[in-house]
């Protein structure tokens, strides 16, 4: 069963000069001749196959479509993760491996300015899930933001 639900998630072929498996293919997001499944940790790119990599604990793991030609890979915090209705809240969107703040990245429904940031208030109780997106950027992180009373 295992094996079913791995093979519908994602595929790979192995590379015997590598030693190594190569992923071609996460959910309906294939390789192509220009584009690739690239790993970064921590928002740089790893330097040996995916089954060499070691990862500890507290590493940013990411799993990225087409890196390559991305400009950034985006890295989304906010001042505080919890809030009140109505309440604004500031969120932050940097590229996660310059630290530079990104402008123009939306984070839910709103542009980040010139310093990265972008200011939210919610209407709604309950965890509001976010993430930064920009077109020729890498998505960031979800950030969990609790809403209260």
Same mark, same amino acid.
């Given at each position: 069963?295992?094996?079913? $639900?791995?093979? +519908?998630?994602?595929?790979? &072929?192995?590379?015997?000069?590598?030693?190594?498996? @190569? $992923?071609?293919?996460?959910?309906?997001?294939?390789? &192509?001749?220009?584009?690739?499944?690239?790993?970064?940790?921590?928002?740089? !790119?790893?330097?040996?196959?995916?089954?060499?990599?070691?990862?500890?604990?507290?590493?940013?793991?990411?799993? %990225? !479509?087409? %890196? !390559?030609?991305?400009? +950034?890979?985006?890295?989304?915090?906010?001042?505080?993760?919890? #809030?009140? $209705?109505?309440?604004?809240?500031?969120? =932050?969107?940097?590229?996660? *491996?310059?630290?530079?703040?990104?402008?123009? /990245?939306?984070?839910?429904?709103?542009?980040?300015?010139?310093?990265?940031?972008? &200011? *939210?208030? !919610?209407? @709604?109780?309950?965890?509001? =899930?976010?993430? %930064?997106?920009?077109?020729? #950027? $890498?998505? @960031?992180? /979800?950030? %969990?933001?609790?809403? &209260?009373?």
């Amino acid at each position: 069963m295992i094996n079913y $639900i791995i093979s +519908h998630f994602f595929s790979r &072929t192995f590379y015997e000069l590598y030693d190594d498996y @190569s $992923i071609t293919r996460i959910g309906n997001t294939s390789q &192509t001749k220009s584009q690739y499944w690239d790993i970064l940790i921590d928002y740089s !790119f790893i330097n040996v196959g995916g089954c060499q990599q070691k990862v500890k604990q507290g590493d940013n793991v990411l799993f %990225a !479509f087409d %890196a !390559f030609n991305k400009k +950034h890979f985006l890295k989304l915090e906010a001042s505080n993760y919890t #809030s009140k $209705i109505g309440s604004l809240i500031a969120v =932050k969107v940097t590229d996660g *491996l310059t630290n530079q703040p990104i402008e123009g /990245a939306i984070v839910g429904n709103q542009l980040t300015n010139s310093n990265g940031f972008a &200011t *939210l208030a !919610f209407n @709604s109780l309950g965890m509001q =899930k976010l993430k %930064a997106e920009r077109s020729d #950027s $890498i998505r @960031s992180n /979800a950030i %969990a933001i609790y809403i &209260t009373i």
